[in-house]
């Protein structure tokens, strides 16, 4: 399904409230990007953590940038409710703004954008409207997701051809890679992006790289590995720019990235260490093999998830990459033995590339988030 267009794009409020590290402000951010660059709609993101947006996309000071309105949260009741409001993740907008928009004559369409999930029941609750206790106003519940029965993914109309022209140009890898302050790995190294919450398995994974018979570049963007890399180095002064040199393994610290050139250090790795929700969803768009170190949950239900997640992506998939791909995800989650299944990974991570190729090629069929978000607005709008 290509990417639609509606009509006369209506006005959009975003309720974003960080709760913590970089998801929330990640998925609203590009939400807001592509309403503004694709569909000709004029968002307003209300914030109530604008220092995180900061981090994603260096300059977000202002009160407009790429054609996204940045408004503080509080502030939000001061300004007439737009046509839709996307609350996102239940954030609850301040209760002025709701009080204000239940008095409108006519209330705006109120999305609520959930959490991403490959779970059976997202498919029953995509759509489904819920009233408000007090009010009258009923929101819709928005699932993303990975069927025809969900909502979608986010993806911007030109990602392919911009990953196909980057992964086809050395220069602009080089040029990458000079920009976040390190050399271009060599033509033989095993190309390796790392990005997770704390994990109790990584020195031993860094040990068994550093031990093993390939050559290994391994990228880090600073956050929260970096303490653990640094006991594990005996180096607690880590920061952009350091090298740490060991065995088969060079190890590469880069600057906390924008999200534009996060994604060009997805497409220029041969393998992606992800979390969360968006980096997650990014590493698939770069069609490389990923690793997911998923956002951790009250009573292990994000093991479910986990789970979910595989038994859609592994169909299709032979047996023993199957196997191998359980098996490291197990381990990393469980952030324990994932040293140990590392060589029956690597030995499968050709197979995985071309199987991530085409669970890409498979999930964009059902469209993208953000054009059918709109479609369905439109229609609850005319
Ligand atoms: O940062 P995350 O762990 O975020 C979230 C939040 O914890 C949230 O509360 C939780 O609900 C959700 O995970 C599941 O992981 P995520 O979602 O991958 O967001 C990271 C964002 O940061 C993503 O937009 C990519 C971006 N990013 C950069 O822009 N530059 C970088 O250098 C890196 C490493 C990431």
Redesign the pocket.
């Known amino acids: 399904m290509s990417s639609a267009r509606v009509s006369s794009p209506p006005s959009i409020d975003i309720f974003c409230s960080?709760?913590?590290?970089?998801?929330?402000?990640?998925?609203c951010?590009?939400l807001a990007r592509q309403l503004a660059n694709e569909h000709g709609c004029v968002p307003r993101l209300w914030l109530d953590r604008p220092e995180v947006l900061a981090?994603?996309?260096p300059g977000a000071g202002g009160d407009c940038i790429d054609g996204v309105y940045i408004g503080d949260w509080h502030q939000a009741a001061l300004a007439e409710p737009a046509d839709v409001v996307i609350e996102a993740?239940a954030c609850n907008p301040p209760p002025d703004y709701v009080k204000y928009i239940d008095e409108k004559p006519r209330p705006p369409v109120w999305i609520n954008l959930e959490?991403?999930s490959a779970e059976r029941w997202v498919e029953g609750s995509h759509l489904l409207p819920s009233k408000h206790p007090q009010l009258g106003l009923s929101k819709y519940f928005y699932f993303p997701g990975f069927s025809a029965a969900t909502g979608g993914l986010l993806k911007e109309a030109q990602l392919d051809t911009q990953r196909q022209q980057f992964q086809a140009d050395p220069q602009a890898q080089q040029t990458f890679w000079r920009g976040c302050g390190v050399s271009a790995p060599a033509a033989d190294t095993l190309r390796i992006?790392l990005?997770a919450?704390e994990n109790a398995a990584l020195p031993a994974l860094l040990d068994a790289w550093a031990q093993g018979a390939q050559p290994i570049h391994c990228a880090v963007?600073?956050?929260r590995l970096l303490p653990t890399i640094g006991v594990w180095c005996g180096d607690a002064q880590l920061q952009a720019g350091s090298v740490i040199e060991r065995g088969k393994l060079r190890l590469v610290i880069?600057?906390?990235?924008?999200?534009?050139?996060?994604d060009r250090?997805l497409w220029a790795c041969d393998l992606n260490f992800?979390?969360?929700?968006?980096?997650?969803?990014?590493a698939q768009w770069a069609r490389q093999p990923f690793v997911w170190?998923?956002?951790q949950q009250d009573d292990d239900a994000h093991r479910i998830k986990l789970d979910a997640f595989l038994a859609r992506f592994d169909e299709g998939l032979a047996a023993p990459a199957q196997r191998a791909l359980g098996d490291f995800w197990h381990a990393w989650e469980a952030q324990q033995g994932a040293a140990q299944c590392w060589p029956a990974f690597a030995t499968q991570l050709p197979a995985l590339r071309h199987h991530t190729a085409n669970w890409a090629e498979r999930i964009a069929v059902y469209g993208d988030l953000c054009s059918r978000l709109l479609i369905f607005c439109a229609g609850l709008l005319e």
């Open positions: 960080v709760i913590d590290n970089f998801g929330d402000a990640g998925v951010w590009r981090a994603l996309r993740f959490y991403l992006s990005f919450y963007p600073v956050g880069l600057p906390f990235l924008s999200q534009q050139d996060y250090l992800v979390r969360g929700e968006d980096s997650f969803v990014r170190h998923i956002y």
